[in-house]
T-cell receptor, first 114, second 111 residues
């Protein structure tokens, strides 16, 4: 029973390029969450999605960042025109239901912007 | 606005002794609390959780205590083992499901 999968594990981009991070939730999980961990900080919520719907994007920067969770395929976190401050570890988590249900995390994607 | 706080950035404990990690929160709407363990370059691993209707939950060597009136929870690990050396994050969830994390406590278990 595979856990949450994220790829790539490491991603290097130059300033101004686009970054695409993918997340496949655990089997049977229809809720996906994205979190970001900046160096020396805790994890910060970015966005919560169900299949084909964004439920809560209150933690996501208004510009350059977008997320989707299509009917088929993985969830995608997209960062356009990356800047050095986007360098961080991005974690995806999934759960069966929201609210009082445990979120299980993937290994993360470490984005480095040169 | 940090709604979940772990005021101890690090904790050193001897193998076999008890590790006590503390966490405070400010939002009374939080109704579900979790502890995660994280090794470098890996994702957080779920350890134990507690609902706001309970004051204690136990799972093997891990026990979480919740004091709602004080808005405080703690994680007890007993006995501590070398493999417990990691960063521990406290997290809280409201009815919408998103987690608010503390800054983490680095635990080092010494022989």
């Amino acid at each position: 029973n595979a856990g949450v999968m994220q790829n790539p594990r490491h991603l290097v981009r130059r300033r101004g390029q686009e970054a695409r991070l993918r997340c496949s939730p655990m089997k049977g999980h229809s809720h996906v969450y994205w979190y970001r961990q900046l160096p020396e900080e805790g994890l910060k919520f970015m966005v919560y999605l169900q299949k084909e719907n964004i439920i809560d994007e209150s933690g996501m920067p208004k510009e350059r960042f977008s997320a989707e969770f299509p009917k088929e395929g993985p969830s995608i976190l997209r960062i356009q025109q990356v800047v050095r401050g986007d360098s961080a570890a991005y974690f995806c988590a999934s759960s069966i239901q929201r609210q009082t249900d445990t979120q299980y995390f993937g290994p993360g994607t470490r984005l480095t912007v040169l | 606005d940090q709604q979940v706080k772990q005021n101890s950035p690090s904790l050193s404990v001897q193998e076999g002794r008890i590790s006590i990690l503390n966490c405070d929160y400010t939002n009374s709407m939080f109704d579900y609390f979790l502890w995660y363990k994280k090794y470098p370059a890996e994702g957080p691993t779920f350890l134990i959780s507690i609902s706001s209707i309970k004051d204690k939950n136990e799972d093997g060597r891990f026990t979480v205590f919740l004091n709602k009136s004080a808005k405080h929870l703690s994680l007890h690990i007993v006995p501590s083992q070398p493999g417990d050396s990691a960063v521990y994050f406290c997290a809280a969830s409201d009815s919408w499901g998103k987690l608010q994390f503390g800054a983490g406590t680095q635990v080092v278990v010494t022989p």
